[in-house]
């Protein structure tokens, strides 16, 4: 599942990557290195040593899409906030942009022709004379996690999910 609030303040943690001069995803790993000497297994990180989700863990609190957006919902009306559905737009990038050009109030300019599909990272990358595409840490290869890991994390995430599509006024087909 993923959901994109599209604004021009850069968040801390990016702001920190960006002055560190790693990505997120390195800093992140430099992070789990230092806490386990290695690299232990999804449900290590993911869960805390009750069993239960870990709500501290980076990975996790990014997730928590309603209590992110509320903070923005104190100092700018629902109507300045566009909201991208991640899903959609990793399916139909130029669609998804488009309607931000639209919220935005410039016409929409690009199309499926700017777009090209790289079958390795599994998702459309603009065609740019710099071939530019998403960072190393997109598109990458994703652990199996086991089925009753992943329900543990449906319940946990529900509930917030419930608040976000509530504050949203809009359901998102996440599982």
């Known amino acids: 599942m993923h959901l994109f609030l599209t604004f021009q303040a850069m968040s801390p943690r990016a702001k920190r990557a960006q002055e560190s001069g790693r990505t997120i995803l390195e800093q992140q790993s430099v992070k789990v290195l230092e806490k386990y000497g290695k690299y232990p297994s999804f449900e290590q990180i993911v869960f805390n040593l009750k069993g239960d989700v870990d709500i501290d ?45 639209e919220f935005a109030g410039v016409p929409p300019v690009l199309s499926e022709r700017n777009f090209v599909f790289d079958e390795e990272k599994g998702f459309y990358c603009r065609l740019e004379k710099d071939g530019g595409c998403l960072g190393g840490g997109k598109g990458r290869e ?34």
């Open 57 to 101: 863990y980076d990975a996790v609190s990014t997730g928590l899409y309603a209590r992110h957006l509320r903070n923005w919902l104190k100092y700018f009306p629902r109507q300045q906030i566009h909201i991208i559905n991640g899903t959609a737009f990793l399916k139909t990038p130029w669609t998804e942009i488009n309607k931000l050009a």
């Open 142 to 175: 994703h652990p199996e996690v086991p089925e009753e890991a992943m329900q543990k994390i449906r319940e946990f995430y529900k509930p917030y999910n419930e608040d976000l599509y509530q504050l949203l006024g809009r359901r998102f087909n996440w599982q």
